[in-house]
């Protein structure tokens, strides 16, 4: 649920942090350890990345050319 407010827009995800869950402190029910921090923190960037970003047009790297074909000879240039 974390991860998808970010993809919604919101910029601060509070979340309380603790060394261990098993200290049995007040605040362990709604608590986060290290390693669910770093998950939290990767999934967030994933998910804000595949939002990704609106772009009108051909990339950098693909260019349009355009051919014209002519029925009769014509000087270049022309």
Do not use: H, N
Request: glycine fraction near 6%; hydrophobic fraction near 40%.
């Amino acid at each position: 649920m974390l991860v998808v407010s970010a993809v919604f827009g919101a910029t601060v995800i509070k979340k309380y942090f603790t060394l261990s869950c098993a200290d049995g402190d007040v605040d362990v029910a709604f608590s986060m350890e290290s390693d669910e921090m770093k998950a939290l923190v990767q999934e967030t960037e994933r998910a804000w990345q595949a939002i990704g970003d609106v772009m009108y047009g051909p990339t950098k790297k693909r260019k349009i050319f355009f051919e014209i074909y002519t029925t009769y000879l014509c000087d270049e240039g022309y």
